[in-house]
């Protein structure tokens, strides 16, 4: 069973339909507080929902899809992907076309968009909530978002970080290079790095980590 999230006009005829508004033929609902019982759903979608929400109260929606989809089942988001508009407004969008993009069309009371998230802050908030990324689209200034419910997340705990993590990445097939190496020594340069992966996706997980590094030398 599908529950699809936010639905506003656009109902889904294999899925349960739910909005904050009263629509026909859809539960009238707050995405913080879903009517469902443990592990209902094997799917979840949830499309322009998520930047209606303070980055506290995402959470605590992240948390309730998290509760009511079963284990291993995914969720699809799409949410405005702050990379993107910032790329668009530098190459000559109207500054009106970007503002509805970042703080969305506010002609009701709840179509307003209080966060914006780029690919790495996105991932961020579903690793604080137990989910990890499967795969990720750029459409147009949004990104489209697959996640995959961790049910038994395994925490690594690396008290040596730079053997540690190297360790860590050479037994799921990953090599550093020498300036991966490098840029990694400068992110673990710390007395301990904690990371919370499950074995199904530790690879994409170890690749998309690397990226980070890449991105912040």
């Given at each position: 069973m599908k529950l699809n999230i936010g639905c506003g006009e656009k109902l889904l005829d294999d899925a349960v339909n739910i909005d904050?508004?009263?629509?026909?033929?859809?539960?009238?609902?707050?995405?913080?507080?879903?009517?469902f019982a443990d592990e209902t759903f094997s799917e979840v979608v949830a499309h322009d929902v998520i930047e209606h929400f303070t980055v506290d109260d995402a959470l605590i929606v992240l948390s309730e899809i998290h509760r009511v989809l079963k284990p291993g089942?995914?969720?699809?988001?799409?949410?405005?992907?702050?990379?993107?508009?910032?790329?668009?407004?530098?190459?000559?969008a109207r500054a009106e076309k970007v503002s509805w993009w970042l703080y969305g069309g506010q002609d009701y009371k709840e179509n307003f968009?209080?966060?914006c998230y780029d690919k790495i802050s996105f991932q961020n908030l579903l690793?604080?909530?137990?989910?990890?990324?499967?795969?990720?689209?750029?459409?147009?200034?949004?990104?489209?978002?697959?996640?995959?419910?961790?049910?038994?997340?395994?925490?690594?705990?690396?008290?040596?970080?730079?053997?540690?993590?190297?360790?860590?990445?050479?037994?799921?097939?990953?090599?550093?290079?020498?300036?991966?190496?490098?840029?990694a020594r400068?992110?673990?340069g710390r007395d301990k790095v904690e990371l919370c992966l499950s074995g199904r996706w530790g690879k994409n997980y170890m690749r998309d980590l690397i990226m980070k590094f890449e991105e912040k030398e």
């Open positions: 904050i508004r009263e629509i026909d033929g859809a539960y009238q609902m707050d995405a913080r507080e879903l009517e089942s995914e969720v699809e988001f799409r949410l405005p992907d702050l990379a993107s508009i910032f790329d668009a407004y530098a190459k000559g968009h209080l966060a690793n604080n909530c137990e989910f990890q990324i499967i795969s990720y689209v750029s459409e147009g200034t949004n990104m489209v978002v697959r996640g995959e419910k961790v049910s038994d997340p395994i925490k690594l705990e690396f008290k040596d970080p730079i053997k540690d993590f190297k360790e860590f990445c050479s037994s799921i097939g990953c090599t550093l290079s020498p300036q991966q190496e490098e840029i400068l992110i673990l």
